[in-house]
């Protein structure tokens, strides 16, 4: 069975750019979410989506958003990108979401931004 | 308002002893818990879970405890090996409501298993 599959693994950015992350999830799973990792913050909830609606979204600018595709595959872009959001990008795949089924990481995007 | 705190950076220990990784949570409204082992620049292996009904989970070498009138958890690995050496996160999640997604995590501690 493949595992979470994120595209691209590095990617480098001018800062105004903007860049489109995706995210294959485990096949048969439905929820798909998306977390920014950086040394200063941690592992950050970015949103999260289930059957192609987003259910859940975390304290970031609207600069970040997403999206969910019918066979479940995941995008998000970011904006006008700036140096801070130089960080790895993860998504997570879950059966029926977290909370209730336990969810599996990509390998990450690693983005920077110049 | 760090809700998932692991208060210990690091933790070292020899190879095939046991390692103890402690993680506590203030949100009395987690009701779900995971252990994730994590290596620079990848993305998080998922190694267990546990859920608030249960107060503890084993797979294999790792054993998690759920102490819920305390709020704390804890990852046990038996023996330790030098490839579990890696940083580990708690991560606990809430099911359903506004909360559908989200993973807390904590800070993660570095574990080294020496040879």
């Known amino acids: ?114 | 308002d760090q809700q998932v705190k692991q208060n210990s950076p690091s933790l070292s220990v020899q190879e095939g002893r046991i390692s103890i990784l402690n993680c506590d949570y203030t949100n009395s409204m987690f009701d779900y818990f995971l252990w994730y082992k994590k290596y620079p620049a990848e993305g998080p292996t998922f190694l267990i879970s546990i859920s608030s009904i249960k107060d503890k989970n084993e797979d294999g070498r790792f054993t998690v405890f759920l102490n819920k009138s305390a709020k704390h958890l804890s990852l046990h690995i038996v023996p330790s090996q030098p490839g579990d050496s890696a940083v580990y996160f708690c991560a606990a999640s809430v099911a359903g409501g506004t909360s559908y997604g989200k993973l807390t995590f904590g800070q993660g501690t570095i574990l080294t298993v020496h040879p």
């Open chain 1, 1 to 114: 069975k493949a595992g979470v599959t994120q595209t691209p693994r590095y990617l480098i950015k001018t800062r105004g750019q903007q860049v489109t992350l995706s995210c294959s999830p485990i096949s048969g799973h439905r929820s798909v979410s998306w977390y920014q990792q950086t040394p200063g913050q941690g592992l950050q909830f970015l949103f999260e989506y289930f059957s192609e609606t987003q259910r859940n979204k975390g304290n970031f600018p609207g600069r970040f958003s997403g999206r969910q595709f019918s066979n479940s595959r995941s995008e998000m872009n970011v904006s006008t990108l700036e140096l801070g959001d130089s960080a790895l990008y993860l998504c997570a795949s879950s059966l029926l979401g977290t909370g209730y089924t336990e969810a599996f990481f990509g390998q990450g995007t690693r983005l920077t931004v110049v």
